[in-house]
Nanobody, 128 residues
Framework: VQLVESGGGLVQTGGSLRVSCEGS????????MGWFRQAPGKEREFVAA????????YYADSVKGRFTISRDNAKNTVYLQMNSLKPEDTAVYYC??????????????????????WGQGTQVTVSS
């Protein structure tokens, strides 16, 4: 599946931003979806993930209570609503799709190798 992120930008500390990821193909609704981010000089890290039907959602501790992942399978789109943004949230945000059966077992949803397809990323910058 091809994934295209959008909605990144510059926001002040405490502000909000919503990034979107649109996928191609009819099978999108069967994929587990994740959001990751990568700051300069750092490894890619897990942010949030959502089951194919939206029934289960997972978050990194650093964003829990501030970020919300959701999806609209009719639009082949997954969203990441980011509130109370902090400078340390600055990174390139990537969405990813997983066709792995049981991808949300044993915290595998947080591991990049679990995912088969990746978007090109969208920059989010939080100014202090």
């Amino acid at each position: 599946v091809q994934l295209v992120e959008s909605g990144g930008g510059l926001v002040q500390t405490g502000g909000s931003l919503r990034v979107s990821c649109e996928g191609s193909g009819r099978a999108f609704s069967s994929y587990g979806m994740g959001w990751f981010r990568q700051a300069p000089g750092k490894e890619r890290e897990f942010v949030a993930a959502i089951k194919w039907n939206g029934g289960s959602r997972y978050y990194a501790d650093s964003v829990k209570g501030r970020f919300t992942i959701s999806r609209d399978n009719a639009k082949n789109t997954v969203y990441l609503q980011m509130n109370s943004l902090k400078p340390e949230d600055t990174a390139v945000y990537y969405c990813a799709a997983s066709r792995v059966y049981g991808w949300d077992r044993n915290n595998d949803y947080a591991l990049p190798p679990t995912y088969d397809d990746w978007g090109q990323g969208t920059q989010v910058t939080v100014s202090s």
